[in-house]
């Protein structure tokens, strides 16, 4: 029988430990990508929609939310909170902070998305310090994310989508001078930064013109601070077009293909005689035709590509005229409701299609029509405390009925949106047959009641 001698064994015993730790160091390295991070806020609806994805696939994704030390998790995101992986914070002034907290991560993070518009600019703040992910640019978001930037933009890159347009931040009869002389009334007022037709405004006369812009002026930085936005002053005064409100949702690649949503037919507050711009009725799938919806996508196309967004979802708003589609504007994220009515009526995964055009998968996006959708924003229509809200429960029991959002309580204080005010409250319905969703919206306009003092 052969025996090692000492210097032998300790050789053999050497070489076995260094491979024991060979295989210790591969194992710790191999740390799997599977981390999808979301800025400043979640809703519940993702997480599920995330969930269901990965049990359908066989695969596992973590899910973590970054918000900035500084403030508290809003209401939503607390309620989720167990439901979540990781949740990281620091103070986004500080450069080394930001680099620390995402240190420890570095090899695991798959992907970065936000969902609000308001979380837009923590997304662009944390991009840099995650420079192997796919992602926008800083730059673009910057210019998608300005009403002013974006139009500047397009009118460079293709000034027949937009209308003339004049840029102010102070009110004086030079500047009133100058903006009658470049762009003809009705003019339409849209304060840098803002969504959901907060503080947009139409004017017919010069008068009207002045008073609303002092108004704005006067406003918008309350109205900044409440929507969590640091931005300069400036008001956007454009032509105001008509014609009937559309709008679509598409992913970007990063190589600039994009898969496209269905369109979106939108009625706003003025179409039901309100003096106010929110998106009051949205249905989907629209009655366009084939030629139509190529004009959408031609337009929309150019409008992505003027703002080189890239690996993310835009939401493109339009209007359709005489004189062809004309863009409105377009956000650098997934629309609101979207995630609902293409789910219902289309069977898309939207929330999942966001992530999967990030890490470079293909979207899913179905062309089977499963039925109508229609996504309803409801205001009171004089502002005042909230007296009455009647019909609730009874709408409730429409056959169409999917869901509803009540942001308001009796008691509380109604505005509206162009004067910074949010809806009273949301509703989502379906239906397989398109006469039926409209008897049911119907209804439910008849049986709805707000009343303010």
Sequence with gaps: MAY?????LNLLVGKLYDQVLRTIRETEEKKEKNIILFTGKIFGHIIDAIRTYQKKEGISFRIALFHDAKTKLDATSEQHRDKLDLILSCDITDDAAI????????DELLAITCRSESEIPLLARLIPFLPYLNAPTTESLRWATDKILMRERMSVH???MIPAFRVISEVTQATLKEVEEEVEFPMIIKPAGLGASRLVTICYHKEELEDELKKVLKKIQSVYKDAGGKWEPRVLVEHFIEGDMYSIDAYVTGQGAIAFCPVVHIKTGKTIGFDDFFGYQQI?????????????????????????LKHTTAHIE?????DGWKIIEVGPRVGGFRHMMYECSHGINHTMNDILVRIGKKTI????????SVAMKFFAKEEGKLTRLGGVKKIQELKSFKTIYIHKQIGDHCAYAKNGGSSVFDIIMFNKERP???ADIRRLEQ???????
């Excluded at 629209?286 to 003027?306: C, D, F, P, Q, R």
């Design 318 to 322: 339009l209007f359709k005229t005489e």
């Design 365 to 372: 996006v179905p062309k089977k029509t499963k039925g109508y």
């Design 436 to 438: 039926a969703l409209l």
């Design 158 to 160: 293709n000034p027949s």
């Design 99 to 106: 680099q620390k907290t995402f240190l420890p991560y570095q």
């Design 284 to 308: 989907t799938p629209t009655l366009l035709n084939t030629e139509s919806i190529a004009g959408v996508h031609a337009v929309a196309t150019s409008a992505i590509y003027a703002l080189g």
């Design 4 to 8: 090692l001698n000492p210097k032998h």
């Design 447 to 453: 049986t709805i009641d707000i009343a303010t003092e």
